[in-house]
C-alpha cells in the first residue's frame, strides 16, 4: 500500500477497525478507536484555529496521548513537532517560540515547566507595578493570561509594563510575544 500516512492510517481504520492499532501496557487500541479519538482532538484543533501548515507541539512521553495529536494533526495537515521533556522552561518556551507552535498538548507532568513561565511572569509584573507605584494591580491568573484591575489613566502604563515584564519572563533570542486587550469584561477585553 503506497500513499500518505495519513491516507493509509485512514484506509486501515476504515477497513479494519478492530484491528490493534497500539498497545500500551494492558490496554490495546483499535484502528477505531484512535481513529475516533484523532479526529476529535483534531475538531477541538480546528476550533483552536489551528489550520494546515500550523504547528502543533507534542510535550509527551511515547503515549497513547502521542498517539492520538500525531494522527490528528495528519487529519488536518498541521505539523506536528516532538518537544523533548527534558527542556528546561526556558529552553520550552523558546522552541514553542521559533517554531510558532499553535497549540501545545501535554501531560499534567509537564504543566510546571510551563508554568514556571507565567509565575515568573506575575512576578515581574509585581515588582514592575511596585516600582511605578501604580494603583492598578493583578488579580487572576488564567493558564497563559493575567487578568488586572485596571485604574482609568493607568491603562497606556499599565499596557506597556505588562508587554515588557511578560515578555522578559525569561531570557530568549526573540521576544516572547505578549498581546494586550482592554474592556469593562474579560470578554471585551478578548484579544
Known sequence: MLGTLRDN???TALRRPERAALIYGDRT???GELNACASQFAHLLVDLNVHKGDAVGLL???CPEFAIGFVACQKIGAVSSCLNYRLSAAALAYAV?????KVVLFNAEFSAKIADIIKQAMLNVEVALEAKALKSRLLLQVHDELIFEVIRGEEDVLTVLAREAMGSAYPLK???EVSVGIGKSWNEAAH
Open 9 to 11: 492510517f485512514a484506509a
Open 29 to 31: 487500541y483499535s484502528y
Open 60 to 62: 509527551l512521553h511515547n
Open 97 to 101: 517560540q521559533q517554531e510558532k507552535l
Open 174 to 176: 526573540a521576544p516572547l
